[in-house]
């Protein structure tokens, strides 16, 4: 209510367009293409289906001719809303599941909404909703299977969430690769549990994708030639990605200052010359990402056709003959990638290790890790192959708050003695 409903611009109206011609059986090659994952797209055509005001909304934004009803999108944001209620309240849950303290996982939860990065997208016609409660839903039933019952229920909800989080956003499906071998890995040396109960629950974890990915994964197959969650973007992005290994060591260390939340660009303007930092700018006309977002992709695409050749150019011509470059600005582009909320990320950052030092002392080192993993494996992921914006990893959120109340109590425990004394 405080935000008020966003107008579908940009991205947001991409999906309008999408939502319109979601089908699960094209008609033609044409009417559906995947270029987006299905599963935004198709909650949009399923709330048109139920609600005439928001079929009439989303024809109308369809259109581009203006004068469009916002409010006729209420019962998608309605719908909204009451996900990004039940991630803030799994954000409570998780904590609880880690640390068996009602009090502390209740101030976790209240940081989490005083934060707001979370419910800011409660009307927003784009995937972040969607995406963000399923890797928050598999990241909870995670922290229930680490610290309370490992029961198989739990990881077959565990793969419930997180294969909603791969039909919202493809790459997702990465995590899932490593925890293929993360969780039996797991389960072995630190369980130490037998071969058939791994094996068995590491399956469980997996049904959910073999009844809803895989299938989705042979129709795009059998629709257009691809076997994957959605195809056409990867060199897109990747391209913009690229063109950040051309910064000089100089820039890539300055880098570090420009992009600290909210004061990074205005402190390098009065500690640097400017071509040291200009470059890194969105906006800037010869910066790394107006080149990467239109010279270096114009140059991708008229040498490769397809999206295999495009990767494999982008791969074999300028990331592998450069791979120690390209890791140390992914350095750089996670750390950017971190200060999700701004100054609150900037503090969660700095909280990270000494919250990490009493999380372990309560749950344990290897759950802690393992807890922590996925958060972490998709923040470097996204710099990996992406510009690695904070949106992106959003779920942090969670990871800054129990880092935060932990930190606290912690410098409370120190101070408290001095002021007794007093």
């Not at 995947?34 to 055509?45: D, E, K, Q, T």
């Not at 944001?77 to 609880?96: D, G, K, N």
């Not at 299938?215 to 959605?230: A, I, Q």
């Not at 390209?326 to 503090?347: D, E, N, P, Q």
Request: hydrophobic share 50%; proline share 5%; glycine share 8%.
């Amino acid at each position: 209510m405080k935000i008020g409903y966003q107008e579908p611009v940009a991205d947001a109206l991409g999906y309008v367009d999408r939502a319109i011609n979601f089908a699960f059986l094209p008609l033609a090659e044409t009417s559906n293409g995947i270029i987006v994952a299905p599963l935004y797209p198709g909650f949009l055509s399923f709330m048109m289906s139920i609600d005439p005001g928001v079929e009439q909304a989303i024809q109308c934004y369809a259109a581009r001719e203006g004068g469009c009803d916002v409010s006729g999108l209420a019962s998608v944001y309605t719908v909204q809303t009451v996900l990004i209620a039940l991630e803030t309240y799994f954000c409570y849950l998780a904590a609880l599941f880690l640390t068996k303290r009602f009090w502390l996982s209740l101030s976790v939860m209240i940081l989490v909404l005083i934060a707001g990065r979370m419910s800011e997208y409660t009307t927003w016609l784009i995937t972040e909703t969607w995406a963000f409660f399923g890797f928050i839903s598999f990241i909870t039933c995670l922290a229930y299977a680490l610290k309370v019952k490992d029961h198989f229920i739990v990881f077959g909800l565990m793969g419930l969430g997180l294969c909603i989080a791969v039909l919202t956003r493809p790459s997702f499906l990465y995590l899932v690769y490593f925890l293929i071998l993360g969780i039996p890995c797991y389960w072995l040396f630190v369980k130490k549990e037998g071969a058939k109960e791994i094996l068995f629950k590491t399956g469980v974890f997996l049904l959910p994708f073999i009844l809803f990915v895989i299938p989705w994964m042979f129709r795009n197959y059998s629709y257009h030639g691809v076997f994957g969650v959605s195809a056409g973007y990867g060199p897109y992005i990747l391209s913009e990605r690229v063109a950040y290994n051309m910064m000089s060591w100089t820039e890539y260390a300055v880098s570090f200052i420009y992009w600290l939340p909210d004061f990074g660009d205005s402190l390098s303007k009065s500690l640097f010359p400017a071509e040291l930092y200009q470059k890194l700018d969105f906006g800037y006309p010869e910066g790394y990402y107006k080149y990467g977002n239109s010279v270096m992709r114009a140059e991708i695409y008229e040498q490769a056709a397809t999206e295999k050749e495009r990767i494999s150019l982008l791969l074999n011509g300028y990331i592998l003959p450069d791979i120690v470059k390209h890791i140390m600005v992914t350095l750089s582009l996670s750390l950017r990638g971190m200060w999700v909320a701004k100054y609150f990320g900037l503090i969660g950052v700095l909280a990270l290790i000494p919250g990490f030092i009493q999380l372990k002392k309560i749950a344990g080192t290897a759950p802690v890790m393992f807890f922590a993993f996925p958060f972490f494996f998709m923040v470097g992921f996204n710099a990996f192959v992406s510009v690695s914006i904070p949106r992106y990893n959003v779920p942090l959120v969670m990871i800054y708050a129990i880092a935060i109340v932990l930190t606290a109590c912690s410098i409370w425990k120190l101070v408290q003695p001095f002021l007794v004394r007093r």
